[in-house]
């Protein structure tokens, strides 16, 4: 089993940046393949990237190619996503979560973290 914990979120302007970092306890987190996803209020759990257990491979959202990038420290047990070029619309909860392979889909993934806000200003 392993244990999530997400930071950075925070309120940002519209073309702002924001780190967000993913911190895994118990069984290491190169043991899963992770992935990031978000809820606006009232909108369902969507996808937005995910990353190998190696970090040789990624997939990400329509919605966010280009400007959001996931990337993996398995030394720190940290998974991390880089937003850039926010917009108003990436306002949702971030969550992290650990599958066994790629997946987009949110019941694949076994473990999740509590998540963290980001607020993006117009």
């Known amino acids: 089993q392993v244990q999530l914990v997400e930071s950075g979120g925070g309120l940002v302007q519209t073309g702002g940046s924001l780190r967000l970092s993913c911190a895994a306890s118990g069984r290491t987190v190169s043991s899963y393949v992770m992935g990031w996803f978000r809820q606006a209020p009232g909108k369902e759990r969507e996808f937005v990237a995910a990353i190998s257990r190696s970090g040789g491979s990624t997939i990400s959202a329509d919605s966010v190619k280009g400007r959001f990038t996931i990337s993996r420290d398995n030394a720190k047990n940290t998974v991390f996503l880089q937003l850039n070029s926010l917009k108003p619309e990436d306002t949702a909860v971030y969550y992290c979560?650990?599958?066994?392979?790629?997946?987009?889909?949110?019941?694949?993934?076994?473990?999740w973290g509590q998540g963290t806000q980001v607020t993006v200003s117009s």
């Open positions: 979560a650990a599958a066994a392979n790629l997946y987009k889909n949110p019941q694949s993934y076994l473990y």
